[in-house]
């Protein structure tokens, strides 16, 4: 199944309460993702994917937080059930705790 990265970008910014403090951030760099993946070679969209990750991971640390509109966001990027994030995430904070 492919999906559309735009689509994806805009189900996520649904999600994000206008209120977050680095929405305008967050706006910018989705914007420059979609222009620059309007210019890139289907063989190559897995780096636009790449990049939308690593924007996901410095404005929603998915292992810090357990606001459910950010287990939401991390749903709607993987596809994977809503439960099955909120697992991961109390997993991977649970495996942090154990480091400390």
């Known amino acids: 199944m492919e999906r559309n990265i735009a689509q994806v970008m805009d189900e996520i910014l649904a999600e994000v309460p206008a209120s977050h403090t680095r929405m305008e ?17 289907p063989e190559l969209m897995m780096e636009r994917w790449i990049t939308l ?7 929603f640390p998915a292992h ?14 993987s596809t994977m059930p809503v439960e099955d994030i909120r697992k ?9 705790n154990k480091n400390v």
Request: aromatic share 10%; no cysteine; net charge positive.
């Open 64 to 77: 810090i937080t357990s606001q459910d509109w950010v287990i939401k966001i991390w749903s709607i990027f």
């Open 25 to 41: 951030s967050l706006k910018g760099s989705f914007r420059a993702i979609k222009v620059s993946a309007s210019f890139t070679a």
């Open 53 to 59: 990750q690593r924007t996901l991971n410095d404005h």
């Open 88 to 96: 991961e995430m109390k997993r991977i904070s649970e495996q942090e």
